[in-house]
């Protein structure tokens, strides 16, 4: 293996390095993802620079983290490390209104929202998760890694994403073998036929980048607050749409379950800090009276 280059940053909180960049696995099989033995994190990424590997290790007892980075996007990485790891995340006018919300922040209160401004990788594995259970849609992003993406630089076995021009050109029964429905293929083209717009619309405000995002087929406002959470590090953006979000966290807030409206109702005093709020409760469990979400093969094409 090509020797990396290193960066050793110490951050002015105690960084929870694997909590920030774990919402960027999906599943325990992502190839593009590892938890390494010695407890250290892995990804293979599409820098605006190259391909590149980032090795992130956990913050060690003198407060500083060290990273190594293979490929030629190395050098964007390692300069971007800050930003991944919550450095730019401002919790500062978060107030908890809820005791539940209370108890969490105080259990987790390093917490920070990291942002890596790679639009598309991840409204790719999104848009394979709408309407589906995860179980389903990490395995269809695990073949979809697999048979069209590469290996990423340096030695720890990572895969990189197929860009956005391999995308294109995978026939429609390719993607009914993955298995990823039309409902889901088509959004995922269209995203990847203007990937570079995309990518630019991810420098806009907020609302602008929502706006540009929903106005293609098939994203909707599920897809952008995952996007917006997960690429850019927006602290107000809500999963709405979600299957189990909703109904998790009016039940954690109120004992009752209720629907998107209920929780944007429920989130109001927490303006600017919503997603906040959706981290902290992403434990909530609540009983289960009805049919779980089962498996399925074809979906209907609709916006999420």
């Known amino acids: 293996m090509t020797e990396p280059q290193t960066r050793t940053w110490t951050p002015n909180w105690p960084c929870p ?39 992130v290790e956990p913050l060690d007892s003198a407060g ?32 908890p209104h809820h005791d539940v919300v209370a108890a969490e922040w105080k259990r987790q209160p390093h917490w920070r929202l990291g942002r890596t401004g790679l ?38 076995g990572l895969l990189l994403q197929p860009t956005p021009e391999t995308l294109r050109t995978i026939p429609s029964w390719e993607w009914l073998k993955i298995p990823v429905d039309g409902g889901r293929s088509r959004p995922l083209l269209a995203a990847a036929r203007v990937a570079s717009s995309i990518e630019r619309a991810g420098r806009a405000s907020f609302e602008e980048f929502d706006r540009r995002l929903r106005s293609i087929p098939g994203i909707g406002v599920w897809s952008s ?21 909703a109904k998790n966290i009016t039940w954690a807030l109120t004992g009752e379950q209720g629907d998107d409206d209920a929780l944007a109702e429920l989130l109001t005093p927490y303006a600017g800090h919503r997603h ?11 009983p289960r009276r009805g049919p779980r979400m089962s498996p399925r093969t074809h979906l209907p094409g609709s916006s999420r």
């Open 64 to 95: 500083r983290v060290v990273a190594q980075a293979w490929g030629s996007g190395a050098t964007w990485a390692l300069d971007h490390l800050p930003t991944m790891l919550g450095a730019d995340d401002d919790p500062s006018g978060f107030e």
């Open 17 to 55: 390095v694997g909590a920030v960049l774990r919402v960027h696995r999906r599943g325990a099989g992502d190839p593009t993802y590892q938890v390494l033995p010695d407890g250290a994190h892995a990804r293979a990424m599409r820098s605006p620079d190259g391909p590149v590997t980032l090795r």
């Open 119 to 156: 639009v598309m990788e991840s409204l790719v594995p999104t848009i394979i998760e709408q309407k589906i259970t995860g179980q389903e849609a990490f395995g269809a992003f695990r073949t979809l890694v697999r048979r069209y993406g590469e290996r990423a630089p340096g030695d720890l």
């Open 276 to 286: 906040r709020v959706q981290h902290l409760l992403a434990g909530a469990g609540r």
């Open 225 to 245: 607050g995952e996007v917006r959470a997960t690429a850019l590090g927006d602290p107000d953006a809500v999963s709405f749409g979600d299957y189990h979000i």
